[in-house]
């Protein structure tokens, strides 16, 4: 498949139209929990444009998608091949299980819930030879780096490197 472009919500876009081992390189600039809303250019006229909305908002609460979300990772039956070719690592539920003792189920919880259902299915469709590359800012960095090293386990993590922002003042 080339040069396709798909709108909507990732997650099901991953989950329907992404083939298993497909992808060499995988880079997202997701929401980062900043707590702002950003800027709306689309108007909400179908299904998709209400994802997009909503994806907008980066403030994020514990209400029905988390719920549903945190459900769907602790069946511990996404464990079993029925599952297709997703592969939920046993370290990546219990992350999540941790995390939902240690955070409680807040607005961090519900951020990195929606965040790990993503990145497993990214870990799906890339190759075994992709690369991964995720932009975000301090607010979650550390936890989504625990979600990678989870989902990645089975590759043994390889985490290769960080890359900071280094800010500087123009000079004119
Ligand atoms: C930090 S912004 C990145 C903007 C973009 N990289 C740019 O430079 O303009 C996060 C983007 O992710 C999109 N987004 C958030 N959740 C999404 C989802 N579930 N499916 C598709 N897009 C989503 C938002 O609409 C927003 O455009």
């Given at each position: 498949m080339q040069n396709e472009l798909y709108y909507g919500d990732n997650l099901?876009?991953?989950r329907r139209k992404i083939a298993a081992e497909s992808v060499d390189l995988c880079y997202i600039d997701p929401p980062f929990n900043s707590k702002r809303n950003y800027f709306q250019i689309y108007n909400n006229q179908g299904s998709e444009d209400r994802a997009q909305a909503q994806?907008?908002?980066?403030?994020?609460?514990?209400?029905?998608?988390?719920?549903e979300g945190l459900e769907y990772i602790l069946d511990i039956e996404r464990l079993n091949p029925r599952a297709g070719d997703t592969r939920w690592t046993e370290q990546t539920v219990e992350l999540i299980r941790g995390l939902e003792k240690v955070l409680g189920r807040g607005s961090l919880l519900a951020y990195l819930?929606?965040?790990?259902l993503r990145i497993v299915e990214i870990h799906r469709v890339l190759k075994p030879t992709g690369s991964f590359y995720l932009h975000c800012d301090p607010t979650a960095?550390?936890?989504?780096?625990?979600?990678?090293?989870?989902v990645f386990v089975g590759e043994g993590g390889d985490?290769?490197?960080e890359i900071t922002w280094k800010r500087t003042t123009r000079l004119c």
């Amino acid at each position: 498949m080339q040069n396709e472009l798909y709108y909507g919500d990732n997650l099901d876009v991953l989950r329907r139209k992404i083939a298993a081992e497909s992808v060499d390189l995988c880079y997202i600039d997701p929401p980062f929990n900043s707590k702002r809303n950003y800027f709306q250019i689309y108007n909400n006229q179908g299904s998709e444009d209400r994802a997009q909305a909503q994806a907008f908002v980066d403030t994020w609460n514990w209400g029905e998608e988390a719920i549903e979300g945190l459900e769907y990772i602790l069946d511990i039956e996404r464990l079993n091949p029925r599952a297709g070719d997703t592969r939920w690592t046993e370290q990546t539920v219990e992350l999540i299980r941790g995390l939902e003792k240690v955070l409680g189920r807040g607005s961090l919880l519900a951020y990195l819930v929606h965040m790990t259902l993503r990145i497993v299915e990214i870990h799906r469709v890339l190759k075994p030879t992709g690369s991964f590359y995720l932009h975000c800012d301090p607010t979650a960095s550390h936890y989504l780096k625990l979600v990678c090293d989870a989902v990645f386990v089975g590759e043994g993590g390889d985490y290769l490197n960080e890359i900071t922002w280094k800010r500087t003042t123009r000079l004119c």
